[in-house]
């Protein structure tokens, strides 16, 4: 199972997207004080539930793809509702935060932003590695 390049991409996209949990990371800063998230200077990922469940789930999401290296199809599929979902909640939910207090001109990404696109990168290197392992065992099966 760990063998597969796929799982380590996997479990690395995982740890990125579990990541978001630790309390002091921030998704993005500003260079001045503002109204709500902003009060401090950043935007943490602790201050946003959403994103907070987000990232748990999908961090779970893909290590439970890990295990289901018997079902390819399956696996692809679970990893990309993982992005999906990432990709709504890293993504779009501090974004849109970000444009409705009004900082987007002042906005310069935290390190929760740079983990939510590298766990979304492993989440596709994963996926072409899974389709390559899919498309080598139905060649294998046609030559049989």
């Known amino acids: 199972m760990l063998q597969r390049?796929?799982?380590?991409?996997?479990?690395?996209?995982?740890l990125c997207f579990l990541g978001q949990w630790?309390?002091?990371?921030?998704?993005?800063?500003?260079?001045?004080?503002?109204?709500?998230?902003?009060?401090?200077?950043?935007?943490?990922?602790?201050?946003?539930?959403?994103?907070l469940i987000g990232s748990g789930v999908t961090g779970i999401l893909c290590l439970i793809s890990i295990f289901?290296?018997?079902?390819?199809?399956?696996?692809?599929?679970?990893?990309?509702?993982?992005?999906?979902?990432?990709?709504?909640?890293?993504?779009?939910?501090?974004?849109?935060?970000?444009?409705?207090?009004?900082?987007m001109s002042q906005f310069d990404p935290g390190p929760g932003l740079w983990l939510t696109g590298i766990g979304l990168f492993l989440c596709w290197m994963a996926t072409r590695s899974i389709r390559k392992d899919e498309a080598l065992v139905k060649s294998m099966e046609r030559l049989r």
């Open 5 to 14: 390049i796929q799982s380590v991409w996997l479990l690395l996209a995982a």
């Open 68 to 103: 289901m290296y018997k079902e390819r199809v399956m696996q692809i599929l679970i990893v990309a509702i993982s992005s999906l979902i990432q990709m709504i909640c890293g993504v779009a939910i501090p974004f849109y935060t970000i444009n409705k207090l009004g900082k």
């Open 22 to 51: 630790y309390p002091g990371i921030a998704l993005a800063k500003s260079s001045a004080a503002g109204l709500g998230a902003f009060e401090d200077q950043q935007f943490l990922s602790s201050e946003s539930y959403a994103v």
